[in-house]
């Protein structure tokens, strides 16, 4: 993992369908098992969207009798068992939109059966890397199907961040240098958003949609502002002379900013408040702790550099004591949360992966690839 780059420009940016076939219980996990019996169009493709969907949530495994019963068609799919069910109809016309009729499904089932939101429609925005260091913004579901890449320049981006259901903010370098770019996924065009001189990375949008948290040097160091969209003023939150600063991520109120600093010397990360500027350290065990992401439940998932780089889980408010390793050390990059506030999407060796942050007798889960395929796949960021 590299050290100070990493704040700020970090490396340019059908799967594995292991199904379990006994119930599985532990300290923190308890998984509900599923049989699936469906017909109609797009039957095959909509099983396996399903399973994998499902297996993913880190809440079911499917195997023949499961406890959960699902039926029907792909068209009018039913799921009972427990004394509860749900169903859905769908107009299904090919093995794509068998799919998404199975990831609304497993949406349903998550909710129904479960408790927890489902992420099966929430896209992950990632980073395909190429030779001469050309790099590719593409996205995917977290099945692992109906990839698409979304910019063909030529050119390097790197941190994509999602600003809505459509639009991906990223880090564009072309001839003058980093930009923030948006790419809308809808009308399939981008537009240069931000030109800054110096350094422009890590462009983090606030839960309300009205501001950016940004990592700028147009003053002399990298330092962490936030400009407000609406008016396109920007206030500096950081000054550390001496430092650099980078990954800015937002609490889910809007009313703080994780980020890294190195102004220890090596990176670490700090908590500022918007309003105040008032900022603490949160983490000091591990050589690096680097590329935090703030999740919907309060929690922090971020890389922490302890025998290997590892994914950690902190409640910043308990701070290191509170910290959980969901990885075995590795080289783990980039954790992003998904809406469940259980699960994060995490990049290692070249491809991305799914980790479930329930540990099972106090050791980490197996992650699960979110897809197979020749490439270097890196950066990627979830749909909140």
Do not use: H
């Not at 199907?145 to 999602?162: C, F, H, M, S």
């Not at 790419?183 to 501001?211: H, N």
């Amino acid at each position: 993992m590299k050290k100070l780059t990493i704040l700020f420009v970090v490396a340019w940016a059908a799967s594995l369908w292991a199904q379990t076939y006994i119930d599985i219980k532990g300290a923190g996990i308890e998984k509900q098992s599923v049989s699936i019996s469906i017909t109609g169009a797009g039957a095959d493709s909509f099983k396996k969207s399903l399973t994998k969907n499902l297996e993913r949530s880190g809440a079911f495994v499917v195997r023949q009798g499961g406890q959960i019963n699902i039926t029907g068609t792909t068209s009018a799919a039913r799921a009972t068992g427990a004394g509860k069910e749900t169903s859905l109809a769908s107009q299904i016309t090919d093995d794509k939109s068998a799919r998404m009729a199975a990831r609304k499904f497993s949406n349903l089932i998550c909710e129904t059966f479960a408790g927890q939101k489902g992420f099966a429609l929430d896209k992950i925005a990632f980073i395909k890397k190429q030779s001469g260091g050309v790099s590719e913004l593409c996205m995917c579901y977290p099945d692992g199907y109906d990839i698409r890449q979304l910019t063909a320049n030529g050119e390097k981006v790197v941190g994509p961040r999602w600003k809505n259901d459509s639009v991906i903010m990223y880090t564009g370098i072309i001839n003058a240098g980093p930009q923030i770019w948006e790419y809308d996924t809808v009308a399939q065009k981008r537009s240069l958003k931000w030109a800054f001189k110096g350094l422009t990375t890590g462009a983090a949008i606030s839960p309300d949609g009205t501001k950016v948290a940004i990592i700028l040097s147009f003053q002399g160091n990298p330092e962490l502002y936030i400009i407000d969209i609406a008016t396109q003023k920007w206030n500096r939150l950081t000054t550390t002379p001496t430092a650099s600063e980078g990954c800015p991520a937002w609490s889910p109120d809007g009313k703080k900013i994780v980020y890294v600093s190195d102004e220890s010397r090596r990176p670490q990360l700090y908590i500022i408040d918007v309003a105040t500027k008032a900022k603490r350290r949160i983490t000091s065990k591990g050589s690096q702790n680097v590329e935090p992401d703030w999740g919907p439940d309060g929690r922090i998932a971020y890389i922490t550099k302890r025998g290997g780089a590892q994914v950690a889980i902190m409640k910043p408010a308990e701070g290191e004591s509170s910290v959980k390793i969901v990885t075995t050390p590795g080289n783990w990059e980039k954790p992003s949360w998904a809406r469940d506030a259980r699960n994060v999407v995490a990049c290692r060796d070249k491809a991305l992966f799914i980790v479930d942050t329930e540990l099972v007798d106090d050791k980490p889960s197996a992650p699960q690839n979110v897809f197979i395929a020749n490439g270097n796949w890196i950066n990627p960021a979830w749909m909140k």
